[in-house]
């Protein structure tokens, strides 16, 4: 199958790339260097988009790309950056399909969890009704322009990805440091749900999309057990062999953070509905143990 991949020098893209070794794969990269250092220099790579009028040679195409969300404080700028990273290479990819003769049978398309905004303690799967806040009208325009690609010879699987959590990267990577030191603990009250998958799962996931003609339309990217911060700081923290019981005051990173604070003060319990609904199983469930498989 040849599968053209964005974002595949990111956390995911990284592991996703390792576990499509069987097939030719095309990455787009801006610095095609560093992407080859990273995943290899056996792979194709493209510098920019507009180098290809059709994508007519692809089977497949897997969008992972957008700028870090958490990276920066939400300023003006920097909320137009990361909407554009997602919006424009989406947009365009989905015009390139309508455009092939032969056109990829298959289209993967990352979105987040934070499409529903905050929740609250009510748990949530793809039917239920979101928040209009800033990360879901991010995840709403991301999710329409992949969805523009659906046709009768192109199915459209949009993976709404939940906390990755695994070894050298991710949100993991910001959290251990002050937890081995013993300094560790929730937010505030700690009762905000945090919608966990171990990058394992992510990955099966995403390959079980690409392999599985059936699927279709929008799967939570989240394990079935979304846990509370104060949860996941206790289970990180037996992981660790570590007390986790230091709070983190909310208004002290509204102070630091501005309104991305609100990613770690705010939550959902999120439930993979739909993968579970059609046989998809996560071989990590338990927050302790996919904790202790890492750590």
Known sequence: MNILITGATGFVGKHLVAKLTDHPLTILSRDIERAAKVLGTHH?????????????????????????IVAKR??????IRICQSR????????????????PPHTFISASAIGYYGRQGDQPVDEQSQFYDEFSHQICQKWEQLALEANSATTRVCIARIGIVLGKNGGALSKMLP????????PIGKGKQGMSW???????????????????????????????SNAEFSSALGLALNRPAKIITPPLALRLA???????????????????????????????????????
């Not at 002050?178 to 603990?185: A, D, N, S, T, V």
């Not at 171990?198 to 057990?225: C, E, K």
Request: glycine share 6%; charged share 15%.
């Open 44 to 68: 194709t790579f493209i510098e920019d988009i507009n180098q290809l009028s059709h994508l007519n040679n692809f089977d497949a195409v897997i969008n992972l790309a957008g700028e870090p």
């Open 87 to 102: 919006w424009d290479i989406t947009q365009k990819l989905s015009q390139l399909i309508a455009s092939s003769q032969k």
């Open 178 to 185: 002050p937890f081995k030191l013993g300094l560790g603990g």
């Open 257 to 295: 953070m501005g309104e991305m604070s609100e990613l770690l003060t705010e939550g959902q319990y999120v439930l993979p509905s739909h993968a579970l609904s059609e046989g998809f199983t996560f071989k990590f469930t338990d927050i302790n143990t996919a904790l202790t498989a890492i750590v």
């Open 197 to 227: 998958i171990h990058q394992d799962d992510l990955v099966r996931l995403i390959t079980w999309m690409l392999t599985t003609p059936s699927t279709l339309g929008i799967y939570n990217a989240t394990a079935p057990n979304p846990v």
């Open 74 to 79: 939400w300023t003006k700028n920097q909320k």
